[in-house]
Nanobody, 122 residues
């Protein structure tokens, strides 16, 4: 079992920045691929970014590529999402997820946090 707790969400103006954190506990954090997804009201859960176990490789969704950066600190059991140049369409609940596999599909992730709200005002 892996327990995930997100933090860092909030209200920000368009063009601003936020950094989300996801603290993990339980099994060995460094053994998991970590990902961020988001879900806006009435929409499906969308892949945002993932980072492999040692942090040497990342993958981003098309809508955030170039604006968001995912990173991890295995010594602190934490994964981060730095979000820059935020747009109103980035407004969503952001979820942290963990799995042993590398995938963009939310269906394949076994462990999820409770989510943190990000609201971007225009």
């Amino acid at each position: 079992q892996v327990q995930l707790v997100e933090s860092g969400g909030g209200l920000v103006q368009a063009g601003g920045s936020l950094r989300l954190s996801c603290a993990a506990s339980g099994r060995t954090f460094s053994g998991y691929v970590m990902a961020w997804f988001r879900q806006a009201p009435g929409k499906e859960r969308e892949f945002v970014a993932l980072i492999i176990r040692d942090g040497s490789s990342t993958l981003y969704g098309d809508s955030v590529n170039g604006r968001f950066t995912i990173s991890r600190d295995n010594a602190k059991n934490t994964v981060y999402l730095q979000m820059n140049s935020l747009k109103p369409e980035d407004t969503a609940v952001y979820y942290c997820a963990a799995d042993l596999r590398v995938s963009r599909s939310s269906r394949l992730y076994d462990y999820w946090g409770q989510g943190t709200q990000v609201t971007v005002s225009s």
